[in-house]
């Protein structure tokens, strides 16, 4: 993983990204993806229910339902294996590229937006 900084930029570019808190409700495996990953439905409140393409096979299912996650949901559609991916699920990438979900404290409500 690249440990220099990205370039800089200004505050609106990243107020633009809508980060909102979600809870998965619903696992699926996705054998048709190249790098192992699950396919994870998040209820996002009043944004309803996204789903999109993961590679966090170092959580099990039952690790997963459940729990709050933050996404990005206003980066489009991208299409994975023939799967409509509709958001980004955030975590942390250690040098293994092993992915560390970002999980909001008690409290954080789907729907939440993160700041």
Known sequence: MD??????????????????????????????????????????GPLGTLWTSAQVRNYSRDELLGRLVVGAVNLGTRRVAGFRSQFLLLGAVDGDSVVRLLSPDAGAKPGDPVA
């Open 3 to 44: 440990s220099h900084p990205k370039d800089e930029i200004d505050a609106a570019r990243f107020a633009a990204v809508d980060m909102r808190v979600g809870q998965v409700s619903a696992v699926e495996d996705f054998p048709e993806a190249r790098n192992p990953a699950w396919k994870v439905a998040v209820d996002f």
